[in-house]
């Protein structure tokens, strides 16, 4: 089933204070909506939906990244219809809504709130009240009320689309959030176990205890990644590695340019990401990528990195095959990856070895890669 999240900031955020509105302020060293547009980048889809007035800013922020924005609303409902809207030409099963100003959610609890939706219409996040409960004028209690069966809600909020944009189309609106709208028209919600680090950045003091949570999740998060790929020799004059036309008397052969040793690095990528292989976000089924350049999946996958928040430490290459000779070319693929990637060339190495005639590449019927790479939170 396919998963859209829907990310709500277009709202003023008055009561934080401040010049900028809360979702734009810096916390950890990036801003609040990055960060939690980075706590839902495993996901295919993402829709940001933004005040007007904050478009620029939006659009710098998601810069290389395919994060699809939108004019909001004067009220959250209308921002979340707005958002619903934007996914309807090609409409996801399941789609999460979830408040800007949320930044800590982690992906544990993204996941929780979607298997959830494989048996219900509607799964959100909550904690149990644990305090008393009173009342009060202002300056003395004047009562008590029973906490049983009192929760804390939380985002995101977690429904199959059909039904929450139906829910959406027939409420009055004033509602308080989405479980409400769906509720309303009459939807089943799954309460999954909120966390407390998923708090919502509401008044000045919640952007430091954000902050501390942030820096604590992201301290010492360093990732390996390991790539592997084949390509099998066909007819040609000549084959692509690392971007490099290299002469030689035949091609390799793939759906997209075949060029074996930047697959390899991109999966290591990936793999580093816990995000699949290039399969999975360009699959070979699709006839847009015959032929394509390799380039287009290795940016993607540092353009995820990036938006994920992690630095690539160095790259390590390592080209298997008995012919073409890798090593006169070996200084100008070293440039080209450096350059799609970023990256200096004192960290990034690539060689190559034979199989001593061993083997389908000891026979010359392809050429093998194998790459490991190294990520770091910045």
Request: charged share 25%.
């Amino acid at each position: 089933m396919t998963t859209a999240a829907i990310i709500v900031a277009a709202g003023r955020g008055t009561r934080a204070g401040g010049a900028l509105p809360k979702q734009w302020r810096e916390i950890a060293g990036a801003p609040v909506a990055l960060w939690t547009l980075r706590a839902f980048a495993h996901l295919p889809r993402l829709v940001l939906v933004i005040h007007p007035d904050d478009r620029p800013r939006a659009e710098a922020l998601c810069e290389g990244f395919p994060v699809t924005l939108v004019h909001g609303a004067a009220d959250r409902a209308g921002s979340v219809r707005a958002g619903l809207e934007a996914l309807a030409g090609d409409p996801p099963e399941r789609v999460l809504i979830h408040d800007v100003a949320r930044p800590c959610a982690s992906r544990k609890l993204i996941e929780a709130v979607i298997a959830a939706l494989a048996t219900t219409p509607g799964a959100a996040p909550a904690l149990a009240v644990t305090d008393a409960l009173w009342t009060g004028d202002g300056i003395r209690v004047t009562g008590t009320r029973d906490r049983n069966g009192l929760y804390r809600a939380q985002t995101p909020q977690g429904f199959r689309y059909d039904a929450i944009v139906q829910a959406h189309a027939a409420h009055p609106g004033g509602a308080a959030d989405d479980v409400e709208v769906a509720r309303a028209a009459g939807l089943d919600v799954a309460i999954v176990p909120g966390e407390e680090r998923n708090l919502k950045i509401t008044g000045p003091d919640d952007f430091a205890r954000a902050e501390a949570l942030l820096k604590e999740t992201e301290r010492m998060d360093i990732r390996l990644g390991n790539g592997y790929d084949v390509h099998r020799f066909g007819e040609g004059d000549h084959v692509v590695l690392c971007g490099i036309k290299v002469p030689h008397g035949r091609s390799l052969q793939g759906h997209s340019d075949a060029d074996v040793g930047m697959h390899a690095v991109t999966d290591a990528l990936y793999g580093a990401m816990a995000e699949g292989d290039i399969g999975r976000h360009f699959p070979p089924s699709d006839p847009q990528w015959k032929g394509a350049a390799s380039e287009i999946f290795l940016r993607h996958a540092v353009d995820l990195a990036g938006f994920k928040g992690f630095t690539i430490s160095n790259i390590d290459l390592t080209l298997i095959c008995e012919r073409p000779k890798i090593g006169p070319h070996a200084p100008a693929m070293i440039a080209e990856m450096c350059r799609i990637m970023g990256m200096e060339a004192d960290r990034v190495s690539i060689k190559a070895t034979t199989s001593e005639r061993l083997g389908f590449t000891g026979r010359e019927e392809g050429i093998a890669a194998i790459a490991t790479a190294t990520l770091v939170k910045s």
